[in-house]
């Protein structure tokens, strides 16, 4: 990211001789990554075709209005004789805004067109430029609603101050939004940030965070935050391409187990289980845990270092009978090892640095599961799972798992889970269980079990995203009757 986004100051360029339509076209579309180099306290938004009314009141208020404009020209020649390919723009602003905006892009100022009755002026834009432009301010908008959901939803206090300022933040929406697709731009960037500070990483940001300061520092974070992106962008950006979101959150396990019962309780077998997208597998180990539900409702290991205490919000108590494992197996595009000490270390930089009683818990789970190692295959789990469930003990009800990983697939890799999900289904019966993210709901327990032939889908419970609590739904519905 060049300097002027992050100082705030636009980056000028040369003009091109009048007469040199090939220089101008160059000029016109600089490269791609310049385009993070807009001056920051310019707010820019994107409008369609139908919203040209919202688009100039947003131009008059003092915006850059970037509209979509109709195509008709494409394939012409400019007034400058520059070839109008699509996809075809107007910048629309107030003329001083828009002058400023246009010398951080390397426009210049008589290319701009007059302002007429609408009092506003615009540049027309088009072809390569103008789609990358488009692409910036869709994904920063994609990448807004994901920090906007992040501050709503989450409960950290330091995460939720830092959200409120990136949203108005084009800078850091920016650099948030290099993460790949279909991975979450606000929970990599923290994690990014949070793995630079626990690795030792020297800045004032790290008073703010009590992961890595037993004293800290009270007040507003955000400008520490952003100078140190500014700082580390490299070693950010390096993050967001290289890392995923492999959050294993060990107290999700206390959601999963009253699932896991109910599947032991209707296939009468012990279990073989296949986690999709099993990160460190520590939810493979369910079994080796404790648990407190309260009121007395305690179940698994007593012995065991793991202790989860989830509330349970609903007169109705789940079932928690420890159901017997035959087979375990986890599925992942690039397997945490956790005996690779920076491995496990970004495992807990991806835990909010505010608690702390997450952290205590993965920490304790993967020294169990370093003497507890479950087999993880490195793979696409649409390719592999086919694979898995042949390997499975056939005298073993097999259950497909996973918490908060499919909610990261597209639609149409949700669409050949389901596919594949229904092959093996022909073959032997299957439980498909799901503890998923479910934007703007609730979370949901979900399971679809696939018996003789026949599907039936249930909704188990609602559940807090961390596994602090749940809320059981009528038993009567999933469990076998009589």
């Known amino acids: 990211m060049a300097a002027g986004g992050w100082a705030g100051r636009s980056a000028s360029r040369p003009a091109s001789p009048p007469g040199d339509s090939r220089r101008r076209e160059r000029v016109c579309s600089p490269p791609a990554n310049s385009l993070l180099a807009v001056a ?19 131009a008059r208020a003092g915006g850059i209005a970037v509209h979509r404009n109709f195509d008709n020209y494409a394939g012409t020649r400019s007034p400058r004789g520059m070839r109008m390919d699509r996809p075809f723009l107007h910048v629309i602003g107030l003329r001083p805004r828009l ?9 210049r100022p008589e290319w701009i067109q007059p302002e007429k009755r609408r009092g506003v002026a615009h540049y027309d834009v088009f072809g390569e430029f103008a789609q990358r432009l488009i692409d910036r301010l869709q994904r920063r908008e994609e990448v807004r609603r994901h920090f906007a959901l992040f501050l709503a939803r989450f ?33 990599l960037l923290f994690g990014a940030v949070h793995y630079l500070l626990l690795k030792g990483l020297g800045h004032p940001l790290a008073a703010y965070y009590p992961s890595v300061n037993t004293s800290v520092l009270r007040g507003e974070p955000y400008p520490a935050f952003r100078e140190f992106c500014a700082e580390h962008e490299g070693r950010i950006l390096d993050l967001l391409a290289t890392r995923r979101v492999q959050t294993n959150d060990v107290a999700r396990s206390a959601v999963l187990l009253p699932g896991f019962s109910v599947v032991a309780a209707r296939a009468e077998r012990p279990l073989a289980l296949v986690e999709i997208g099993a990160s460190a597998g520590l939810n493979l180990l369910f079994d080796r845990y404790s648990y407190d539900y309260g009121n007395g409702n305690v179940c698994g290991d007593p ?16 079932p928690l009978e420890m ?20 491995q496990a270390l970004w495992l807990r930089a991806l835990v909010w640095p505010d608690q702390p009683w997450r952290s205590e818990l993965l920490l304790a789970a993967i020294r169990l599961a370093q003497a507890n190692r479950s087999e993880i295959i490195q793979g696409d789990a649409l390719e592999v799972l086919p694979r898995a469930a042949a390997i499975a003990p056939v005298d073993a009800a097999l259950c497909i ?28 019966d299957l439980y498909r269980l799901s503890f998923e993210w479910h934007p703007g709901e609730e979370s949901y327990l979900e399971l679809a079990s696939f018996e003789g032939g026949r599907r039936e889908d249930l909704r188990l419970a609602s559940a807090h995203d961390h596994g602090r609590w749940l809320k059981w739904l009528d038993p009567a519905r999933v469990l076998p009757g009589p």
């Open 40 to 58: 920051s306290e310019i707010e820019e938004r994107y409008f369609e075709r139908r919203e040209i009314k919202a688009a100039l009141d947003f």
């Open 99 to 107: 002058e400023q905006w246009g010398r951080g892009h390397g426009l």
């Open 155 to 187: 409960e950290s206090p330091l995460y939720g101050q830092l959200a409120q300022g990136i949203v108005a933040d084009p800078t850091i929406l920016d650099l948030a939004g290099r993460a790949p697709r279909g991975q979450p731009p606000a929970n």
């Open 303 to 318: 012995e065991s270092k793991v202790r989860i205490e989830c509330s349970v919000r609903s007169e109705l108590v789940p």
């Open 323 to 342: 159901p017997r494992v035959a087979w375990r197996l986890g599925i992942d595009l690039k397997p945490v090892d956790i005996r690779d000490t920076d």
């Open 401 to 428: 798992f996973s918490s908060y990983t499919v909610y990261q697939f597209s639609p149409e890799q949700q669409d050949r889970l389901a596919a594949v999900l229904e092959g093996i289904a022909a073959t032997r």
